[in-house]
């Protein structure tokens, strides 16, 4: 059972990624899903959380710039980021557990590998 991210790069600041999670080995559309972030120095912080139904929570930096959704027949999670600033740059850590879109940490049950964004000023 894991969780396959893709999708980091590097993107100048203004410009735009798409991240994918792909889950294998089970199904995940009964759990929430989503995505933290960790910047160098910095604790590990929730982006976006998605429920099995759509309900969407995100955090207070990205709110309008980016958008999580998720494909349950695919049982995979995006995270389309718009307007990316230097502040961003982090590495993304998709991950499933709960059946909230809050997905607090110790709900967690499975997380990704890591994929690192980087965005240039």
Not at 24 to 47: C, D, I, N
Not at 83 to 105: M, N, Q, W
Request: charged content about 15%; hydrophobic content about 35%; aromatic content about 8%.
């Amino acid at each position: 059972v894991q969780l396959q991210a893709c999708g980091g790069g590097l993107v100048q600041s203004g410009g735009s990624l798409r991240l994918s999670c792909a889950a294998s080995g089970r199904t995940f559309s009964s759990k929430a899903m989503g995505w933290y972030r960790q910047a160098p120095g910095k604790q590990r912080e929730l982006v976006a959380g998605i429920t099995s139904g759509g309900t969407t929570n995100y955090a207070d930096p990205v709110k309008d710039r980016f958008t999580i959704s998720r494909d349950n027949a695919k049982n995979t999670v995006y995270l389309q980021m718009n307007s990316l600033k230097p502040e961003d740059t982090a590495v993304y850590f998709c991950a499933a557990g709960g059946i909230r879109a809050a997905l607090t940490a110790h709900l967690i049950k499975l997380w990704g590998q890591g994929t690192q964004v980087t965005v240039s000023s």
